[in-house]
T-cell receptor, first 113, second 112 residues
Framework: DQQVKQNSPSLSVQEGRISILNCDYT??????FLWYKKYPAEGPTFLIS?????DKNEDGRFTVFLNKSAKHLSLHIVPSQPGDSAVYFC????????????FGKGTLLTVNP | NAGVTQTPKFQVLKTGQSMTLQCAQD?????MYWYRQDPGMGLRLIYY???????DKGEVPNGYNVSRLNKREFSLRLESAAPSQTSVYFC???????????FGPGTRLTVL
């Protein structure tokens, strides 16, 4: 059973517009959420995170929103740039001494010039 | 600083052969992880090591063994490779289970 779901395998947007990537989770024990970005033939890189005590976290062009009641989070990229074209993974973990991250299957974002 | 390094980058094995994937980090992190990535499956945790001297199973540990050799090195061993183990393997590390993990470049393994 998938605990972290990214239902859109791909997304295409125009340069300069907003990209919105979505992620849903089922495990109510998750309390920390992260987004990773992955280019082909490279390892994933950490992008941004949010704790369950917040509903928004912003870092430059990237903002993550968390809706705990809906068990939903989203990553907004504004404005989108061609260099943002990559696979984006949503990940979640529960607190305490739990070291495990659970990843979604990823969304391929293509930003067209 | 190299960050997280993995060797080899590519490997082709025949069914039943064994091999060890190596991972080393120079970030002085306590925790290390092995993932596999398959098309359409995202990243799945194979094993992790919360700190030197400890290892624990992840989501898909069957067919693999690990060794946390010291604080810097964490190896993944396939004793008898199977075609189902064809995948891209990533090693990662973080300070102490924070979730903000640093990944190596990956090893692309094909088992024929």
């Amino acid at each position: 059973d998938q605990q972290v779901k990214q239902n859109s395998p791909s997304l295409s947007v125009q340069e300069g517009r907003i990209s919105i990537l979505n992620c849903d989770y089922t495990n109510s024990m998750f309390d920390y959420f992260l987004w990773y970005k992955k280019y082909p033939a490279e390892g994933p890189t950490f992008l941004i995170s949010i704790s369950s005590i917040k509903d928004k976290n912003e870092d430059g062009r990237f903002t993550v929103f968390l809706n705990k009641s809906a068990k939903h989070l989203s990553l907004h990229i504004v404005p989108s740039q061609p260099g943002d074209s990559a696979v984006y993974f949503c990940a979640a973990k529960s607190g305490g001494s739990n070291y495990k991250l659970t990843f979604g299957k990823g969304t391929l974002l293509t930003v067209n010039p | 600083n190299a960050g997280v390094t993995q060797t080899p980058k590519f490997q082709v094995l025949k069914t039943g052969q064994s091999m060890t994937l190596q991972c080393a980090q120079d970030m002085n992190h306590n925790s290390m992880y092995w993932y596999r990535q398959d098309p359409g499956m995202g990243l799945r945790l194979i094993y992790y090591s919360a700190s030197e001297g400890t290892t624990d199973k992840g989501e898909v540990p069957n067919g693999y063994n690990v060794s946390r050799l010291n604080k810097r090195e964490f190896s993944l061993r396939l004793e008898s490779a199977a075609p189902s183990q064809t995948s891209v393997y990533f090693c990662a590390t973080d300070l102490a289970g924070t979730g903000e993990q640093f990944f190596g470049p990956g090893t692309r393994l094909t088992v024929l």
